[in-house]
């Protein structure tokens, strides 16, 4: 995942948040979403950020690894997503927010990972503008 990819700025964090198209859970992970038409600058497609609570897991090397699995499970499964995204001239910011206390398992995350691009690619289709 490439730093434009990542949601980073402030502003758009509070835009996600605070305008957000929608929010779903898809175990063990919370997304919320933000879908628009695309703007004039060199905006990504597709923006995530990836959020493990220090509430959730204690120890830094614990939500470190979790935050890698999530990465990693997404950077192999976005490719239909983006390209769909693209076509339609779309950006999509969303944020992925674990939900469990237990250390997930990387079948865990990248079965969490593919619902959650599948309902986003749903949530595109019907997308209008």
Do not use: W
């Not at 769909?84 to 990972?113: C, N, Y």
């Amino acid at each position: 995942m490439t730093k434009p990819e990542r949601l980073y700025l402030r502003d758009d964090i509070r835009c996600l948040f605070e305008k957000s198209s929608g929010s779903f859970i898809a175990y063990p992970l919370r997304v919320v979403y933000r879908i628009a038409p695309k703007s004039e600058g060199k905006e990504p497609a597709l923006s995530v950020l990836i959020s493990v609570a220090k509430k959730r897991f204690k120890h830094a090397v614990d939500r470190n690894r979790v935050k890698r699995l999530i990465r990693e499970a997404y950077r192999v499964q976005k490719s239909p997503l983006y390209n769909e995204v693209e076509a339609k001239g779309l950006t999509i910011h969303f944020a992925l927010l674990m939900l469990d206390k237990e250390l997930p398992s990387f079948s865990q995350v990248t079965a969490a990972v593919q619902k959650t691009l599948r309902r986003l690619e749903r949530e595109v289709a019907r997308y209008e503008q």
